[in-house]
C-alpha cells in the first residue's frame, strides 16, 4: 500500500517567538516519522537548520514579491502554497493556523484554527491590507474540509461568528514548550535572576502588551493596594511594546510613571523563552488579567512552574486553568485587587494552588494533539 502525501504549513518555524511558531515546532517534534501510513512534506517561506527538518522532505520558496509583510502572507498561503501542495501529489493538507489557504474540492484539508481575534475585536483590522487578509482568512475557515480547535471557546465562537458547522470542528488542547519541563539548577537561577536584577518572590505578568491583555487594570489594581501596605512585593511585568500595534497596545511605562510606581513597578521588557521557567518559578504570583484568549498558554506555563496563579475569568482562560487556578472578573479591579491581597496574605492558599497548578499542567499533551491532527 502505498503511504499517503501529507503537506504541513509550517512557515512559522521562521517566527518561534510567536504562539503559532511555537504550536508549529512541537507539532513537528511530536509528529511520528515512523509513520509507515503517511508520509509528511513540509511547506516553508524561509530555509531552516533546525534538527526537527531532518526528519521531514521540505519545500522552500517565495514569491517575486520578498518583503515579509501581509502581502507576501497572501501571495504564499493562498496562491503559492495551494498549487505547489497539489503538484507535489499532496492528497491531505494541515495548516497550523487560520490562513487564506483554499483548496480544489479534491484535497482533503485540516485547518487549526487558534482564535478569531480581527473578527471580535475589529479594531485590529486598522488598514486595508489587515482587512483583505481577514476577509480571505474567514473564507478559508469556513472552505477547509475540517477545523482542529484549541479551546472550546474558540469553538463556540467559530460557530457563532461565523456560522460553521458544529460537527466540522474538533477541540484538543495544545501545550507548553519543553523548555518548561525541564529541571532548573539552583546556579541557573541565580544566573537569571541576576540578569534581569530581580530577587525571589514578586508578583509577576506576561504574555504581551496589547489591550486585551489588560495590563492597566493589573497596574491599577497594584496601585490600590500599594496604598493600603506599602510592603507588599514588587510587580514585574515582561513583554516588548511593538510600535506596529499602537494604538492597540497599552504603553506600560508611561502608565507606571504616571501612577508613580516607578521602582515598585519592574518592566523587564522582551524575555527570551529559555530565561522564562525561572521568571515564573521565582515569583510568589502570577496574574493574567486577559480579556480575551484563544487558550491562555501563560497561565499553563505559570502552572507547570508551581507559581500560584490568579487569572480572568474571561474567554477560554477557565479552561486551562481548571480548578487550580483563582480567577476575576477582569473588568472589576476592585476584586483584582482583593483577590491579590488574599493570596499574598495566605501561604496556606499559595501551597495549595501551586500544588492543584502542578498537577494540572500533566495533563496537556502535545502527543495527543498531533494524534488528533493525523487522525
Known amino acids: 500500500m502505498s503511504r499517503k502525501r ?26 511520528d516519522g515512523e509513520d509507515t501510513e503517511n508520509e509528511a512534506v513540509l511547506f516553508l517561506e524561509e530555509e531552516s537548520d533546525l534538527d526537527v527538518l531532518n526528519d521531514f522532505q521540505t519545500q522552500v520558496f517565495l514569491p517575486l ?19 505547489k501542495a497539489q503538484n507535489m501529489g499532496c492528497e491531505k493538507f494541515v495548516s497550523l493556523y ?17 482564535d478569531i481575534i480581527p473578527k471580535l475585536f475589529p479594531e485590529y483590522l486598522n488598514n486595508w491590507r489587515k482587512k483583505l487578509y481577514w476577509s480571505l482568512t474567514e473564507k478559508a475557515i469556513k472552505d477547509a474540509s475540517r477545523i482542529v480547535t484549541i479551546s472550546e471557546n474558540t469553538r463556540k465562537d467559530l460557530v457563532r461568528e461565523l456560522n460553521i458547522e458544529e460537527e466540522k470542528i474538533i477541540v484538543k ?28 518572590g514578586y508578583v509577576y505578568s506576561g504574555g504581551g502588551m496589547e489591550k486585551r491583555k489588560n495590563l492597566d487594570s493589573l497596574i491599577v489594581a497594584y496601585k490600590n493596594l500599594l496604598e493600603k501596605n506599602a510592603n507588599i512585593p514588587p510587580l514585574v511585568i515582561s513583554g516588548k511594546l511593538m510600535p506596529e ?16 510606581l516607578e521602582g515598585k513597578v519592574r518592566l523587564l521588557g522582551f524575555v527570551p523563552q529559555e530565561d522564562l521557567p525561572v521568571i515564573y518559578k521565582s515569583a510568589i504570583l502570577f496574574v493574567y488579567p486577559s480579556l480575551y484568549e484563544g487558550f491562555g498558554m ?18 477560554s482562560i477557565p479552561e486551562v486553568g481548571g480548578d487550580a487556578v483563582e480567577y476575576f472578573d477582569p473588568e472589576n479591579v476592585q476584586e483584582l485587587q482583593e483577590k491579590m491581597e488574599n493570596i499574598l496574605n495566605n501561604q496556606e ?18 502527543r495527543g494533539f498531533v494524534e488528533e491532527l493525523i487522525k
Not at 173 to 200: A, C, F, P
Not at 349 to 366: M, N, T
Request: glycine residues 6%.
Open 98 to 114: 487560520q490562513c487564506p489557504t483554499i483548496f480544489s474540492k479534491d484535497m482533503d484539508h485540516t485547518m487549526v484554527v487558534h
Open 6 to 31: 501529507i503537506g504541513i504549513n509550517a512557515s512559522f518555524l521562521r517566527k518561534l517567538g510567536t504562539g503559532v511558531g511555537q504550536v508549529t515546532l512541537n507539532v513537528l517534534r511530536n509528529f
Open 245 to 260: 500595534l499602537a494604538p492597540l497596545a497599552i504603553d506600560v511605562e508611561r502608565l507606571v510613571d504616571e501612577l508613580g
Open 298 to 315: 501563560p497561565v499553563l506555563e505559570a502552572m507547570s512552574q508551581g507559581v500560584p496563579v490568579l487569572a480572568s475569568s474571561a474567554s
Open 349 to 366: 492558599e499559595r501551597e495549595s494552588l501551586s500544588e492543584r497548578g502542578l498537577q494540572r499542567a500533566k495533563s496537556f499533551s502535545w
Open 173 to 200: 488542547n495544545i501545550n507548553i514548550d519543553e523548555v518548561y519541563r525541564r529541571s532548573i539548577g539552583e546556579e541557573e537561577k541565580k544566573r537569571i535572576l541576576e540578569k534581569y536584577n530581580l530577587e525571589k
Open 65 to 83: 514579491y520578498k518583503r515579509d509583510d501581509l502581502i507576501r502572507k497572501i501571495l504564499w498561503e493562498k496562491f503559492l502554497l495551494p498549487k
